[in-house]
């Protein structure tokens, strides 16, 4: 009974450690792990671009040694399946439930939305590696959240310039129901017609089918200068081959932003061949950045980068600038915000910088399909930037 009494040694000790704790402060508490929360699709048509991501962020990590602003890193990870509608769900499981100090997601710019929405609510620092709902970086802007990939509209308006230079007259568009197909189509539309060009039919389908054969029935009758179409992962593959397949590659030339044929060529194989597409970034861009990445890329996962994983890879650049400049203090926010606001990253992809949005300012390059290589052959647009679009910051 008697040991009830008086305080033992050991509690004596506890007590006075966690005085210690606490008169240290928050300061103490920053020294934990950095907790990262993934909210990406591992699973459907965009599956293949979840893990690229996740790849890159890692390997950009491993190279600052493991650490972010000298904290070890905690991972959590949500497959977000691509659903928009389970996304308000996931993005608070992260923020809620985990305490993640930092998101990274995601792909599709549906889920996207509603991931920003819940991170502004939250005050929560968001980074989107592929997802490029135009809105996110205009209208609906905000301090905690940056983009290290691209706006939608960016290469559509890269190759409708191409297009219309090549003095292409008719165009026909095809793409997913929803917000990437749509303002990728836009971007195309809006300086293919200011180039001289007229898209004459707007196909779309529901994300995520890829029942084509009706719409290649239509494209053929239509006979177009060009077609012009977004998909990516699973579907990029599959359009790709049913359109040579119908027997249209050889007579109206397939065009689209460079989704449409990257980390897909093993698997489109002949059908992609000398396509034509425009991105933030190629293969073979021969720059010291990019040849370094992919080495160590390859290196570290057995297969070839794409510019998933050289956009997962900049997210986690873009945090360690932000992480080094508060030295891991993660509650000196403004000044996190002020760092990865002016950011020069040394990309893969050339050098990088940020709008006031927060959203890249890169060059799209121009390339066409070799083997298994999007081989750039020119730059489409330098230093293209997005126009202002409400964004108040
Ligand atoms: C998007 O939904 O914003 C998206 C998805 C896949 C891409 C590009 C954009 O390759």
């Known amino acids: 009974m008697n040991r009830f009494r008086k305080p033992s040694r050991f509690a004596a000790l506890v007590a006075f450690a966690a005085a210690g704790l606490l008169a240290a402060g928050p300061a103490a508490a920053q020294q934990g792990k950095l907790k990262v929360g993934l909210m990406l699709p591992y699973t459907g048509t965009y599956a293949a671009l979840g893990t690229a991501i996740t790849n890159g962020f890692k390997l950009a990590v491993e190279e600052n040694g493991g650490k972010l602003g000298g904290r070890e890193i905690e991972y959590f990870t949500v497959d977000d399946e691509s659903d928009p509608a389970k996304a308000p769900e996931n993005a608070n499981k992260l923020i ?136 990516a992962g699973g579907g990029a593959v599959k359009f790709v081959k049913d359109y040579a397949a119908a027997g249209l590659k050889t007579t109206i030339p397939l065009v689209g932003p460079g989704f449409l044929t990257d980390g897909t060529l093993e698997a489109q194989g002949e059908s992609a061949q000398g396509m034509l597409t425009t991105l933030h970034y ?97 730059v489409a647009v330098k230093n293209l930037t997005d126009p202002p679009r409400g964004c108040k910051l």
């Not at 000196?332 to 760092?339: C, M, S, Y």
């Open 282 to 378: 190629g293969d073979g861009l021969n720059i010291p950045k990019n040849n370094a990445f992919r080495a160590a890329y390859t290196k570290a996962y057995k297969v070839e980068p794409d510019v998933y994983a050289m956009q997962g890879y900049d997210a986690a650049q873009l945090l360690v600038i932000g992480m080094n400049a508060v030295k891991g203090d993660t509650s000196k926010r403004a000044d996190l915000v002020k760092a990865m606001e002016g950011a020069r990253i040394d990309s893969p992809r050339g050098s990088l910088a940020l709008s006031k949005g927060h959203n890249p300012i890169h060059d799209i390059y121009l390339r066409k399909v070799e083997g298994k290589e999007n081989k750039v052959v020119g």
């Open 96 to 231: 809620k439930r985990d305490n993640v100090d930092v998101l990274v997601g995601t792909v599709h710019s549906g889920v996207a939305l509603a991931m920003s929405k819940v991170a502004r609510d939250n005050n929560t620092l968001l980074i989107i590696p592929n997802a490029g709902a135009d809105d996110i970086t205009g209208p609906l802007c905000a301090a905690n959240v940056f983009r290290t990939s691209f706006s939608n509209s960016q290469p559509g308006r890269a190759m409708g310039k191409v297009m219309a230079e090549q003095k292409k007259k008719t165009a026909v568009t095809i793409t997913w129901k929803y917000a990437a197909g749509e303002e990728s189509i836009g971007g195309f539309k809006e300086d293919f017609e200011a180039g001289g060009g007229k898209v004459v039919k707007e196909l779309y389908l529901p994300f995520p089918q890829v029942e084509f054969q009706s719409y290649l029935t239509e494209i053929a009758a239509l006979k177009p200068d060009v077609v012009y179409a977004f998909f």
